[in-house]
């Protein structure tokens, strides 16, 4: 946890790489969406949420691996994320990725704060 004022905030531009978690030191990285500004977040936002479901459901490990092998490394083990949301009405967001984040929320892998006008 951080006390006092934060001196420093990273912000890096879009590369076109995708998240790149290889060459990040471990700790914790802020997400920031709005509109339909989380779309670029779907694809890790479902990565987050199958290695969750794998270690609620050790048993589906081998299908989830079949589908996502990158999780076979234990890509978020270093991790912890937050991330903030701003929309207009809840129904700009698709729900199936709601429902992983707030799946990800309830189990506390994923700090979540959402706004809605």
């Given at each position: ?67 996502s ?45 959402m706004?809605?006008?």
């Amino acid at each position: 946890m951080v006390k006092g004022p934060i001196e420093k905030i990273v912000i890096s531009h879009s590369k076109g790489e995708g998240l790149q978690l290889a060459f990040t030191k471990p700790g914790k990285i802020i997400l920031v969406a709005g509109g339909t500004g989380i779309y670029p977040f779907s694809d890790f936002i479902d990565l987050l949420y199958k290695e969750q479901l794998m270690k609620d459901s050790p048993g589906l490990r081998g299908e989830i691996l079949t589908l996502s092998p990158v999780l076979e490394s234990d890509p978020f083990k270093n991790f912890n994320f937050e991330m903030l949301a701003a929309f207009q009405h809840i129904e700009d967001m698709h729900p199936i990725t709601l429902d992983q984040l707030t799946y990800l929320a309830d189990r506390g892998r994923l700090k979540l704060t959402m706004k809605f006008r």
